[in-house]
């Protein structure tokens, strides 16, 4: 089983990366929110990989984090209806932590926005990863108390999901505004209120 690629970028698209490790290029799979990260041809990099094995597919799906591939892997497993390539386009269009978010807060709306899946889909996926997550990215935001800075307090996928929301309210396509965000974040100065990240990712070219 590949369970990580270190090697050669050769080239890349939308979905899809060649990478040459030890004189063999691998082509892998990989979601929009990976694409984004790659760095130029030539350059050395390493993916998180998942093999897919069956009887009339043998693929590599790559990933920047490990956490990204294991929560692939968990939703291809365990979600009836959810195979490579439906999971492939959820990644695509949410990152990690609003994806979590979305299957905490049960949001059938935001994940039935995602191509290939439906209301029905989205309801399974709830219900049979939530109990799946971490605490901390299931439990819902705690009030901030007085005196006390909201989004220094606020998990980080509670604060993006929030942003992401407020830009789809807007008139954002999900993936647009998920991706606004994720520029705005990366960007941001510690305990940046959400009011202020809104601001800052609608500031960003949808491109």
Do not use: W
């Not at 993916?47 to 984090?65: D, K, V």
């Not at 994940?111 to 049979?128: F, Q, Y």
Request: charged share 25%; proline share 8%.
């Amino acid at each position: 089983m590949i369970t990580s690629l270190h090697g050669t970028l050769l080239e890349s698209g939308l979905f899809r990366a060649v990478i040459e490790a030890a004189g063999v290029g691998y082509e892998v799979h990989i979601p929009i929110t990976t694409t984004e990260k790659l760095p130029p041809p030539g350059a050395t990099l390493r993916l998180h990989t998942l093999q897919i094995i069956r009887e009339n597919e043998h693929s590599l799906y790559g990933f920047a984090t490990t956490e990204e591939r294991d929560f692939f892997r968990l939703l291809i497993e365990k979600v009836s209806g959810i195979g490579p390539k439906t999971a492939l386009n959820i990644f695509s269009r949410l990152s990690m932590p609003t994806l979590k978010d979305a299957i905490a807060r049960g949001n059938v709306r935001l994940l039935s926005e995602c191509p290939g899946i439906g209301k029905k889909t989205a309801e399974r996926l709830i219900i049979e990863l939530r109990d799946k997550l971490t605490p901390a990215a299931s439990r819902p935001a705690a009030h901030a108390a007085p005196l006390t800075d909201p989004a220094r307090d606020a998990p980080q996928p509670t604060l993006s999901a929030d942003a992401t929301a407020a830009l789809v309210t807007l008139g954002f396509k999900p993936a647009d505004a998920d991706k606004a965000v994720r520029l705005a974040l990366e960007k941001a100065p510690p305990g940046i209120t959400l009011e202020k990240l809104i601001r800052a990712a609608l500031g960003n070219p949808q491109t």
